[in-house]
């Protein structure tokens, strides 16, 4: 049995819980945004950094993806264009707070282990470079040239390129992103693993086979237009706040909202737009017209159901339902689809969803009568063993109506992290198609290893069999972010090297292999300045339009570099100054490396000069652009046959998914409030229907540890509080990174192989 127990600098006893709120954003969310921006930044600083964000002439936030209103389709943006949570981020990269020599002096690495996430973070940014060695109690300082001396030599020493590892987080820039894997590229392998990996790489599996690729296929003037927007298994009063401005246009043009979840949370159901005086004195603006709360992972029966109805509807009424010409236009495999759905189980789907036929039947009535509708959807369906057929019957539904390639209507999976997209546009993938692979070998004329690498839970299986002894992360926290925590963690530590290109302290930099670095960089809201003047970077938001982000602080430390810096002088130290790569170019200006990526990547032509423009471009999109299906193998659209499938769980057990705090971005724990659901001074909470807590014997308040159940084997995780909540029966959820310890390693989704972070069976046991 693995077991995950409490961090002793957060006291869980002072945890309060309340009740629920309605409504997202509002006044509260305006106060916490100035509050933790003065902790952090101080006023004048605040003011300062906050009214750059997202703006044309700033930087892009270092959170979510959502994407800002262009001027060509109408949009403007506001003074202040960024959500509470973009706000936390920002206050969090540009804090004040330092973690410097004096700092690793004072705490050995065995203290650092027993601190949690938030504290680590909390502790401010880190100034240079600092190393760990061999059997040492603390971090101490290195210099840069040290640093990529110790690496090279490291890498060098490995007797074949594969034993290496480098991992990606979503928020390097596209130049970073670029050299990077043309550095891994140069080195000889595709060991490319990075955060999408585990969350939307079942939507790119899918949408690849559906409709020819991996992106969605609307615009933010989509959403505008829309007559119906359905939202499955997300939440975006936390996630992605920004993305309840664009539903509230839309509900005031008319249009309608399904939202299908487990938990009903705030900002599904209620907006208070805090720059609109409804949003202030008002009751704001009511968000999800139809509520279904579904039961975790029954959205694939969900799916079946609404299609069986309105092929159903069809027949009785003959092309009132079904977009007959666009099926027979630009689909294939829709015969085999309506076979599928034809003779569907009522009963399998009521046991699936939870949801009853008639609330079923009324959604389906909603994307009958809508000419408009965009799907949306997040990690809440990504996650699941079946999430790949899932995505595909959302494409199934929405081909059947032809809601894909024109105005108001779509496929929109919305992006968790800046820029997660843009780096696998740029070749940060274990897997990257022949076409990439080609055009990069004829652009810098060097060999370009072809054998797939590993992606994020095949390079834990191969540290933790020894096959993977150099680990690099450009950013991110692999060790709080990936499943199977302790298994996770010792895989970590059989590695000869991990190196982490870090803004912050997190757990990663202390589940360390023999050596340890630490690489600190500049933030997105800092100046980078090289040899041939100022420099910008750029990014592609969730709806695939690359814009630029320039920094505009004073850098925390006068020994920071850039990631481009980062990449190019440890190639230099790599390959030596020969290399056909011009990697010292590429440091000293930014053009040089989109001149190559303008030759590389395909849609990014001229890309120096378009990027420039005020709202930057929009890479093409062929089912959204034109109605068409390149991608897919036979140009067409492709409707899908799938089994209908969805966890069952046993008696007495309940099924757990792993979600945010309100007060968190992914891994990085902003603060200890999660105030939509009720929850202030404490994380280690686990959500459980009330009727559910009856059953199985345990009372509101009390204490458990929750244990995970898989192919035999328990995973623990220590001393939670029971907390009554209106989930749907028999689900259970719990905060990550805490809940990961439960997660399997080997419980991924099908195709995809992402980690089952949303259906992990597990019962309730009272601690004594």
Same mark, same amino acid.
């Given at each position: 049995?693995?077991?995950?127990?409490?961090?002793?600098?957060?006291?869980?006893?002072?945890?309060?819980?309340?009740?629920?709120?309605?409504?997202?954003?509002?006044?509260?969310?305006?106060?916490?945004?100035?509050?933790?921006?003065?902790?952090?930044?101080?006023?004048?600083?605040?003011?300062?950094?906050?009214?750059?964000?997202?703006?044309?002439?700033?930087?892009?936030?270092?959170?979510?993806?959502?994407?800002?209103?262009?001027?060509?389709?109408?949009?403007?943006?506001?003074?202040?264009?960024?959500?509470?949570?973009?706000?936390?981020?920002?206050?969090?990269?540009?804090?004040?707070?330092?973690?410097?020599?004096?700092?690793?002096?004072?705490?050995?690495?065995?203290?650092?282990?027993?601190?949690?996430?938030?504290?680590?973070?909390?502790?401010?940014?880190?100034?240079?470079?600092?190393?760990?060695?061999?059997?040492?109690?603390?971090?101490?300082?290195?210099?840069?040239?040290?640093?990529?001396?110790?690496?090279?030599?490291?890498?060098?020493?490995?007797?074949?390129?594969?034993?290496?590892?480098?991992?990606?987080?979503?928020?390097?820039?596209?130049?970073?992103?670029?050299?990077?894997?043309?550095?891994?590229?140069?080195?000889?392998?595709?060991?490319?693993?990075?955060?999408?990996?585990?969350?939307?790489?079942?939507?790119?599996?899918?949408?690849?086979?559906?409709?020819?690729?991996?992106?969605?296929?609307?615009?933010?003037?989509?959403?505008?237009?829309?007559?119906?927007?359905?939202?499955?298994?997300?939440?975006?009063?936390?996630?992605?706040?920004?993305?309840?401005?664009?539903?509230?246009?839309?509900?005031?043009?008319?249009?309608?909202?399904?939202?299908?979840?487990?938990? #009903?949370? /705030? &900002? !599904?159901?209620?907006?208070?737009?805090?720059?609109? %005086?409804? $949003?202030?004195?008002?009751? @704001?603006?009511?968000?999800?017209?139809?509520?279904?709360?579904?039961?975790?992972?029954?959205?694939?029966?969900?799916?079946?159901?609404?299609?069986?109805?309105?092929?159903?509807?069809?027949?009785?009424?003959?092309?009132?339902?079904?977009?007959?010409?666009?099926?027979?236009?630009?689909?294939?495999?829709?015969?085999?689809?309506?076979?599928?759905?034809?003779?569907?189980?009522?009963?399998?789907?009521?046991?699936?969803?939870?949801?009853?036929?008639?609330?079923?039947?009324?959604?389906?009535?909603?994307?009958?009568?809508?000419?408009?509708?965009?799907?949306?959807?997040?990690?809440?369906?990504?996650?699941?063993?079946?999430?790949?057929?899932?995505?595909?019957?959302?494409?199934?539904?929405?081909?059947?109506?032809?809601?894909?390639?024109? #105005?108001? /209507? &779509? !496929?929109?999976?919305?992006?968790?992290?800046?820029? %997660?997209? $843009?780096?696998?546009?740029? @070749?940060?993938?274990?897997?990257?198609?022949?076409?990439?692979?080609?055009?990069?070998?004829?652009?810098?004329?060097?060999?370009?290893?072809?054998?797939?690498?590993?992606?994020?839970?095949?390079?834990?299986?191969?540290?933790?069999?020894?096959?993977?002894?150099?680990?690099?992360?450009?950013?991110?926290?692999?060790?709080?972010?990936?499943?199977?925590?302790?298994?996770?963690?010792?895989?970590?530590?059989?590695?000869?090297?991990?190196?982490?290109?870090?803004?912050?302290?997190?757990?990663?930099?202390?589940?360390?292999?023999?050596?340890?670095?630490?690489?600190?960089?500049?933030?997105?809201?800092?100046?980078?300045?090289?040899?041939?003047?100022?420099?910008?970077?750029?990014?592609?938001?969730?709806?695939?339009?690359?814009?630029?982000?320039?920094?505009?602080?004073?850098?925390?430390?006068?020994?920071?570099?850039?990631?481009?810096?980062?990449?190019?002088?440890?190639?230099?130290?790599?390959?030596?100054?020969?290399?056909?790569?011009?990697?010292?170019?590429?440091?000293?200006?930014?053009?040089?490396?989109?001149?190559?990526?303008?030759?590389?990547?395909?849609?990014?032509?001229?890309?120096?000069?378009?990027?420039?423009?005020?709202?930057?471009?929009?890479?093409?999109?062929?089912?959204?652009?034109?109605?068409?299906?390149?991608?897919?193998?036979?140009?067409?659209?492709?409707?899908?046959?799938?089994?209908?499938?969805?966890?069952?769980?046993?008696?007495?057990?309940?099924?757990?998914?792993?979600?945010?705090?309100?007060?968190?971005?992914?891994?990085?724990?902003?603060?200890?409030?999660?105030?939509?659901?009720?929850?202030?001074?404490?994380?280690?909470?686990?959500?459980?229907?009330?009727?559910?807590?009856?059953?199985?014997?345990?009372?509101?308040?009390?204490?458990?540890?929750?244990?995970?159940?898989?192919?035999?084997?328990?995973?623990?995780?220590?001393?939670?509080?029971?907390?009554?909540?209106p989930t749907a029966r028999g689900c259970a959820a719990a905060y990550f990174p805490e809940a990961n310890a439960l997660v399997a390693l080997d419980a991924v989704a099908d195709t995809s192989n992402t980690p089952v972070s949303k259906a992990i069976v597990i019962r309730l046991e009272p601690t004594t």
């Amino acid at each position: 049995m693995t077991r995950n127990a409490p961090q002793d600098d957060i006291d869980e006893s002072r945890i309060q819980v309340g009740k629920p709120k309605g409504w997202a954003a509002g006044i509260p969310g305006v106060a916490t945004s100035l509050v933790r921006g003065v902790e952090q930044m101080g006023t004048g600083r605040t003011i300062r950094t906050l009214r750059l964000l997202n703006q044309r002439e700033g930087f892009d936030c270092p959170g979510c993806a959502w994407p800002e209103p262009q001027q060509a389709d109408g949009g403007h943006r506001h003074v202040a264009e960024f959500c509470e949570n973009g706000a936390k981020a920002v206050a969090e990269e540009a804090t004040k707070r330092r973690v410097g020599r004096e700092f690793f002096a004072k705490h050995t690495i065995e203290e650092l282990r027993g601190k949690t996430d938030y504290w680590l973070g909390q502790q401010g940014r880190i100034t240079e470079p600092f190393v760990l060695r061999d059997g040492a109690t603390h971090y101490e300082p290195i210099s840069w040239d040290g640093a990529f001396d110790l690496i090279a030599g490291e890498m060098k020493a490995l007797e074949d390129p594969n034993e290496a590892i480098f991992y990606t987080s979503g928020r390097t820039s596209n130049e970073a992103a670029f050299a990077y894997q043309l550095m891994v590229r140069s080195f000889g392998t595709n060991n490319l693993p990075d955060c999408s990996n585990m969350c939307h790489e079942s939507s790119g599996a899918a949408l690849s086979e559906t409709t020819g690729i991996g992106k969605g296929s609307v615009s933010l003037a989509d959403i505008h237009q829309a007559d119906l927007i359905v939202v499955v298994g997300q939440n975006p009063g936390t996630n992605h706040p920004r993305m309840l401005s664009a539903l509230e246009q839309a509900k005031k043009n008319g249009a309608k909202i399904v939202a299908v979840n487990p938990l #009903p949370e /705030a &900002g !599904l159901m209620r907006f208070k737009n805090p720059q609109k %005086v409804r $949003g202030v004195v008002g009751n @704001g603006t009511p968000l999800a017209d139809e509520f279904a709360q579904i039961r975790l992972g029954g959205d694939l029966a969900l799916f079946q159901a609404l299609g069986h109805l309105m092929l159903e509807w069809e027949q009785q009424s003959p092309g009132s339902v079904v977009d007959q010409a666009f099926i027979d236009a630009s689909t294939d495999g829709f015969e085999d689809y309506v076979k599928q759905v034809r003779d569907l189980d009522w009963n399998a789907v009521g046991e699936a969803t939870g949801l009853p036929r008639d609330q079923i039947e009324r959604i389906a009535h909603l994307l009958v009568d809508s000419e408009r509708t965009i799907y949306c959807w997040a990690m809440g369906l990504t996650q699941h063993k079946h999430a790949v057929p899932s995505i595909k019957e959302i494409a199934n539904v929405a081909l059947l109506r032809g809601m894909i390639g024109k #105005p108001g /209507a &779509g !496929l929109c999976p919305v992006r968790g992290h800046s820029n %997660v997209q $843009g780096d696998r546009t740029m @070749g940060v993938w274990e897997k990257m198609p022949e076409e990439f692979m080609s055009a990069l070998s004829d652009e810098f004329g060097i060999p370009i290893p072809r054998d797939h690498g590993l992606d994020t839970v095949d390079s834990i299986r191969a540290m933790r069999d020894g096959k993977g002894k150099v680990f690099f992360a450009m950013g991110g926290n692999f060790a709080s972010a990936t499943p199977d925590t302790e298994l996770t963690e010792r895989a970590l530590k059989s590695c000869e090297l991990t190196v982490h290109v870090s803004t912050k302290l997190n757990r990663s930099h202390v589940v360390h292999g023999r050596t340890a670095l630490i690489l600190p960089t500049l933030g997105r809201t800092e100046r980078d300045v090289q040899a041939t003047g100022e420099q910008f970077v750029t990014v592609e938001d969730s709806m695939s339009v690359v814009h630029s982000s320039r920094g505009r602080l004073k850098p925390s430390s006068e020994h920071l570099i850039s990631e481009v810096a980062i990449v190019s002088r440890l190639a230099l130290a790599l390959f030596g100054e020969g290399h056909a790569v011009p990697w010292a170019e590429f440091e000293r200006d930014y053009d040089r490396i989109r001149d190559s990526i303008s030759r590389v990547v395909p849609g990014c032509e001229d890309f120096n000069a378009r990027v420039r423009l005020p709202d930057g471009f929009v890479l093409p999109n062929a089912p959204r652009d034109a109605r068409e299906f390149t991608g897919t193998k036979n140009g067409k659209a492709n409707f899908t046959a799938s089994d209908l499938e969805w966890p069952v769980v046993p008696e007495g057990r309940l099924l757990l998914q792993t979600m945010r705090s309100h007060d968190q971005y992914n891994t990085t724990i902003y603060g200890l409030s999660d105030r939509y659901r009720g929850i202030e001074d404490g994380r280690r909470v686990v959500f459980v229907n009330p009727d559910d807590i009856t059953e199985l014997g345990v009372a509101d308040g009390q204490i458990v540890d929750l244990v995970s159940e898989w192919r035999g084997g328990d995973r623990r995780a220590e001393k939670f509080r029971v907390v009554s909540y209106p989930t749907a029966r028999g689900c259970a959820a719990a905060y990550f990174p805490e809940a990961n310890a439960l997660v399997a390693l080997d419980a991924v989704a099908d195709t995809s192989n992402t980690p089952v972070s949303k259906a992990i069976v597990i019962r309730l046991e009272p601690t004594t």
